[in-house]
C-alpha cells in the first residue's frame, strides 16, 4: 500500500503526456514555451482569477509574491507556527519578521480571533510596520477569508493564501486561490495537482502585480532578462512541467470528487475512534492530507509501521519551536494549540485511487492499536 499513489494515475494520463512532451522535443522551447502560457491561462480559468504566473515551485511563488509586495526589513508578516517550513521561511528570506499566532484545534487554520488580538498588538508596539498575513489552507481546506479579508482591509494589510495544499478545493462555492489578493501554490509531486519535479503558481486579478511578477520571474527585467528594473529570481517554470499539468487537469475534477468519497469513508468509520478532522459548512477541502487527531499516537503509529503500512506526521514539530527561526525569542507554551496538535495529529494514505480494501485495513489496525 502506498501513501499517495501516483502510478495509477499516470495509467490514465501516460499517452498524452508522451504525445505532449514530444511535441515539446519537437518545438524546443523549454523555458517559457507556448505550454507554460496555456498552464497559467487554463488554471487561472479553473480557479477564476484574472493571471496566472506559472513558477519554479510552491516557495518561489510565496516570495515572488512578497517581493512584488516590497515586502522587506522592518516589516512583519503574520503566519501560523503550525504549517509546512516554506511558509514562514519566505517571510524571512526577504529580511522580514515572521510573527505567529495559533491554529483553531478542529481545522488547524489560522484562529481568526487570535489573529484579530495580534494584528493590534503588533500595531500598537510600533517596533515593525506589520504589512501583511499569510494564512495557510493546511491540508487543503481553506482558511476563514471572509474574516481575514476584513481584518486585512480594517488595517490595510495584504493577504497571500498560502494554497500549497488546497488547490482544487472551495471556499464558500469558490475555488481556492481566488479567496485573497494574492495566491501561491505547489505541484510538488504528492500536492493534490502534481507534475514530475518541482512547480507552482501565482494567482491575483491586479494588473499592476501581474506585471511586477513577470519581471520578478526573470531576475528583474524591464524590456528584456538584459535590462533590469529591480532585484528579482530564476522563477519559471519548467514547460515540460506544464505539459503535465495540462495533461493532468483532463481527470482532475475527477480525482477530486474521488478525494472526497475516500474522505467521508474514513471519517464515518473512525468517528469515535480517534478525533476526525473537521471540514467547515460551504467548504470543500482538495483533501492533500487526511490527518486525525489522538493522545496515543505513538503506539497507533507504530501498530501500523510495523504491519507495513504507511503514515506520516504532518508536522512533528512546529516552526516556533525550530531552531531555524530562534531567534525569534518564542517559547514552548506559546501556542499551546499548534504545540498540543504537533504531538497528537498523524496522517493516513489518502489518494483518489485508495480502494475500500486497503482503506478497511487501515481503519482495522487504527481501531485494533487504540483498544
Ligand atoms: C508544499 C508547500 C509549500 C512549498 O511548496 P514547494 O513546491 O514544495 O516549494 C509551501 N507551503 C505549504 C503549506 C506547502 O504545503
Known amino acids: 500500500m502506498q501513501f499517495i499513489d501516483l502510478k495509477t ?15 515539446v522535443l519537437d518545438h524546443g522551447q523549454y523555458i517559457l514555451g507556448p505550454e507554460g ?12 482569477t484574472k493571471y496566472g504566473v506559472g513558477v ?17 526589513p522592518g516589516d512583519a508578516i ?51 510596520n506589520l504589512k501583511g498575513i499569510i494564512p495557510v489552507d493546511l491540508f487543503g481546506q481553506a482558511a476563514d477569508y471572509d474574516i481575514i479579508n476584513k481584518l486585512a482591509n480594517d488595517n490595510d494589510l495584504f493577504v497571500l493564501q498560502d494554497a500549497c495544499q488546497s488547490f482544487g478545493g472551495e471556499y464558500k462555492n469558490k475555488k481556492t486561490c481566488s479567496n485573497a489578493e494574492i495566491a501561491a501554490t505547489s505541484f510538488f ?5 502534481g507534475c514530475y519535479g518541482d512547480g507552482g503558481m501565482i494567482f491575483t486579478n491586479s494588473d499592476n502585480v501581474y ?37 493532468k487537469m483532463s481527470i482532475f475534477e475527477d480525482e477530486i470528487e474521488k478525494r472526497q468519497e475516500v474522505a467521508k469513508r474514513y471519517t464515518e468509520k473512525l468517528e469515535g475512534i480517534v478525533s476526525v478532522p473537521h471540514i467547515k459548512v460551504d467548504n470543500l477541502s482538495a483533501w492533500a492530507q487526511y490527518s486525525v487527531i489522538h493522545k496515543e499516537r505513538e503506539k497507533i503509529i507504530k501498530h501500523l509501521q510495523e504491519q507495513k503500512l504507511p503514515v506520516a506526521v504532518y508536522y512533528p514539530i512546529p516552526l516556533h519551536l525550530q531552531k531555524a527561526f530562534a531567534d525569534l525569542d518564542y517559547k514552548s507554551g506559546d501556542f499551546p494549540v499548534s504545540e498540543k496538535t504537533a504531538a497528537e495529529i498523524f496522517s493516513l494514505p489518502m489518494h483518489p485511487y485508495l480502494s475500500e480494501t486497503d482503506q478497511d485495513i487501515i481503519v482495522e489496525a487504527i481501531t485494533k492499536a487504540v483498544k
Not at 494515475?9 to 511535441?23: P, T
Request: hydrophobic fraction near 40%; proline fraction near 4%.
Open 78 to 128: 503574520i503566519t501560523t507556527p503550525f504549517t509546512f517550513v516554506a511558509t514562514a521561511e519566505v517571510i524571512k528570506l526577504v529580511g522580514a519578521t515572521p510573527v505567529f499566532v495559533d491554529i483553531e484545534p478542529d481545522t488547524f487554520n489560522i484562529d481568526t480571533k487570535k489573529l484579530e488580538d495580534t494584528i493590534k498588538t503588533v500595531i500598537e508596539e510600533k517596533k515593525l
Open 211 to 247: 506585471e511586477k511578477l513577470l519581471s520578478i520571474r526573470v531576475h528583474g527585467q524591464g524590456i528584456d532578462k538584459y535590462e533590469n528594473v529591480r532585484v528579482g529570481i530564476n522563477g519559471r517554470m519548467d514547460t515540460i512541467q506544464s505539459t503535465i499539468l495540462l495533461s
Open 9 to 23: 494515475q499516470q495509467k490514465r494520463v501516460r499517452q498524452d503526456i508522451e504525445d505532449r512532451i514530444k511535441k
Open 56 to 72: 519554479a515551485s510552491g516557495t518561489d511563488a510565496l516570495i515572488m509574491a512578497l517581493m512584488a509586495y516590497d515586502v522587506g
Open 37 to 48: 502560457r496555456e498552464l497559467e491561462e487554463n488554471l487561472s480559468n479553473f480557479v477564476g
Open 189 to 193: 509531486p504528492a500536492k493534490p495537482l
